[in-house]
């Protein structure tokens, strides 16, 4: 089992990335897939998911407007767009595959990606 998470990297306040969880080793449509960030010295948090059904996207209120969750299941990948970044989303960021539970915790996800690095800094 293995989620590859990519796509960080230095930006600019107010520009725009788009990570990349590229998973394998299980049946994708059999998971959920979601984002979290850990900034430094801080918790682990929820950033974006998908409900049970895997359809409806969630997401935390200080990314709602900015931040935008999708999944090409073609692809067995899931995206997070991010835009008009700020220095406060700077972060390690995490995908992570779930088969049930509540999607803003932790506990609820079985494996977890390597993580991306988003730094947002002029």
């Known amino acids: 089992v293995q989620l590859q998470a990519s796509g960080g990297g230095l930006v600019q306040p107010g520009g725009s990335l788009r990570l990349s969880c590229a998973a394998s080793?299980?049946?994708?449509?059999?998971?959920?897939i979601g984002w979290f960030r850990q900034a430094p010295g801080k918790e682990r948090v929820f950033v974006a998911g998908f409900s049970r059904s895997g359809i409806t996207p969630s997401y935390t209120n200080s990314v709602k407007g900015r931040f935008t969750i999708s999944r090409d299941n073609a692809k067995n990948t899931v995206y997070l767009q991010m835009i008009s970044l700020k220095p406060e989303d700077t972060a390690v960021y995490y995908c992570?595959?779930?088969?049930?539970?509540?999607?803003?915790?932790?506990?609820?996800?079985?494996?977890w990606g390597q993580g991306t690095l988003v730094t947002v800094s002029s």
């Open positions: 080793g299980f049946t994708f449509d059999d998971y959920i």
């Open positions: 992570a595959a779930r088969s049930g539970g509540t999607q803003w915790l932790l506990s609820a996800y079985d494996y």
